[in-house]
């Protein structure tokens, strides 16, 4: 079966500017999960949704958001890119919350921001 | 405060022999899991085992083991018979409570494998 899907890979961005990424979790998975990863910061949880709801968020600022879609598909959005927002952004999926057998991680979206 | 500490330097390991990840964390919370992933240069975090607060026996997965000393809040991963491909990064996470899905990774261990 399909697993996580992250679009697009790669993305150069200019300070400033908007961004969009998607993520198309597994077949059946109702659990979408962000993070952002930086050689700094490590993984950092961003926002999780399940079932078009946000469930959790992180400490980021307000220019980081997302939505879920009734399809299960996810986009997280990043307003007003800083050089700092410059990362690999993971999206995990799951069946439902408090999963015990794992999350399916996506390969990525590695953003550059210059 | 820091939720996972994994504090060991990168590490070469010898084909075919074990190794040995240490990871502790720190909760207060009863019902916890304890997660390891495999992300190699490609990027994709890969699952490779769970450790559940509640669980009575250490988690096993093929090559996998987790050593969890619950006192010593201590959730080492060994891996066993290194193989070349197990050259990656390996991050320890945790998830408090049940009725989440946010994970809290350590900083990582560097393992490559030489023949």
């Known amino acids: 079966k399909a697993g996580v899907t992250q679009t697009p890979r790669y993305l150069i961005k200019t300070r400033g500017q908007q961004v969009t990424l998607s993520c198309s979790p597994i077949?059946?998975?109702?659990?979408v999960s962000w993070y952002q990863q930086t050689p700094g910061q490590g993984l950092q949880f961003l926002f999780e949704?399940?079932?078009?709801?946000?469930?959790n968020k992180g400490n980021f600022p307000g220019r980081f958001s997302g939505r879920q879609f009734s399809n299960s598909r996810s986009e997280m959005n990043v307003s007003t890119l800083e050089l700092g927002d410059s990362a690999l952004y993971l999206c995990?999926?799951?069946?439902?919350?408090?999963?015990?057998?794992?999350?399916?991680f996506g390969s990525g979206t590695r953003l550059t921001v210059v | 405060a820091q939720k996972i500490t994994q504090t060991q330097p990168g590490m070469f390991v010898q084909e075919k022999e074990a190794v040995t990840l240490d990871c502790t964390y720190d909760?207060?919370?009863?019902?916890?899991?304890l997660f390891w992933y495999k992300q190699p240069s490609s990027g994709e975090m890969i699952f490779l085992i769970y450790?559940?607060?509640?669980?009575?026996q250490n988690a096993t997965e093929g090559r996998y083991s987790l050593n969890f000393q619950k006192a010593r809040k201590s959730a080492n991963l060994v891996i066993s018979a290194s193989q070349l491909g197990d050259s990656a990064m390996y991050f320890c996470?945790?998830?408090?409570?049940?009725?989440?899905?946010?994970?809290?990774f350590g900083k990582g261990n560097q393992v490559v494998v030489i023949p």
């Open positions: 995990a999926s799951s069946l439902r919350t408090g999963s015990t057998y794992g999350y399916t």
């Open positions: 077949s059946g998975h109702r659990s």
């Open positions: 949704y399940f079932s078009e709801t946000q469930r």
């Open positions: 909760t207060s919370d009863p019902s916890y899991g």
């Open positions: 450790q559940g607060s509640y669980d009575q």
């Open positions: 996470a945790m998830r408090e409570g049940d009725g989440n899905n946010r994970l809290a």
